[in-house]
């Protein structure tokens, strides 16, 4: 009896989580499809031409531009140097751009039920780290290497030419579709993971444990960063992961999951060492942790 109960309250955490998520995922992955096909990388490269201080503002804001999922972000990374975009620039827009984007902004905003305060944490919390670990990458010299690895090239993606046709059209949405598909199918896996896992967190490990984390800002920014890590959740749908834990932890220690996911999970990690060289993708988590952590817990002090 006990078990049935613990079963059919997992249902309906998972159900509840994922059912609310999984429209903006799909919105999300339509978008990533169209800043592949539609958005040519040189202007984006143009866009993150500036110089100074200013080109890490740029490169951290150029998500509200330029929405990429994390899922999408490495490659284009990569494509950005080739075009001799300033590493340190690059991280920057990379860890910025799936955080700080009117869609992220929105699903985060749906998640906490309109509260407007955690949506200008996380994009403010965001863009600060982003910022930061640029101009730290910039100044150990990071731009002075090149990181992309001989021979790593990451997969290209087709711009979309003006289709003067029906023909041409239908082959366009053909494969639009097919990317979105594809972003879906991605993504979703990591959604029902990180759903399930959340889910069964809930309903296996007593609250007295949780109880004790929220006290200490340092324990429960970890904690969440560590989970944010692990679950690899895509930034459209990562919000009502951390939503369904706001009973037991304080915001500050929820920012660690919001922010920090986004930025560095497994399987941006993956992505990174196959497109870059090892020492820069070790720079690269180091400096993004560092600041996140540093960043996350300033804010649950204030």
């Known amino acids: 009896m006990e078990l049935l109960k613990s079963w059919s309250t997992f249902a309906t955490v998972f159900l509840s989580i994922f059912s609310e998520a999984f429209p903006f995922l799909m919105l999300g992955s339509a978008l990533a499809a169209a800043v592949h096909l539609y958005v040519p990388e040189k202007f984006i490269a143009k866009i993150l031409g500036k110089k100074g201080i200013g080109r890490y503002i740029a490169a951290s804001l150029a998500g509200l531009i330029f929405p990429i999922c994390e899922c999408a972000i490495v490659p284009i990374g990569g494509s950005l140097m080739r075009k001799r975009v300033p590493p340190s620039v690059v991280v920057s827009f990379m860890a910025a751009a799936p955080v700080v984007n009117p869609l992220v902004a929105l699903s985060t905003l ?5 509260e407007l305060s955690v949506v200008f944490a996380r994009m403010g919390l965001a863009f600060v780290v982003a910022a930061l670990a640029g101009v730290f990458l910039h100044s150990i010299g990071i731009d002075r290497t090149s990181p992309t690895r001989a021979g790593a090239h990451p997969p290209a993606h087709n711009h979309a030419p003006a289709y003067s046709n029906k023909k041409g059209r239908a082959k ?3 494969l639009f579709l097919s990317i979105t598909a594809a972003e879906l199918f991605s993504a979703g896996r990591f959604l029902v993971l990180g759903t399930a896992v959340a889910a069964l967190f809930q309903v296996t490990v007593p609250r007295s444990v949780i109880a004790g984390l929220a006290p200490n800002p ?5 904690a969440m960063m560590s989970g944010a890590y692990l679950s690899a959740l895509c930034s459209e749908a990562d919000a009502f992961v951390a939503a369904s834990f706001k009973n037991y932890l304080p915001i500050g220690a929820l920012m660690g999951f919001l922010v920090y996911g986004p930025m ?3 399987k941006n990690t993956l992505l990174l060492v196959a497109t870059f060289r090892k020492s820069f993708v070790i720079h690269v988590i180091i400096a993004l942790t560092v600041i996140t952590f540093c960043a996350v817990v300033g804010f649950s002090l204030i």
């Open 264 to 266: 560095m999970d497994i």
């Open 218 to 222: 340092l324990a429960g920014t970890a």
């Open 110 to 114: 749906a998640a906490f039920k309109g």
């Open 172 to 174: 366009g949405l053909g």
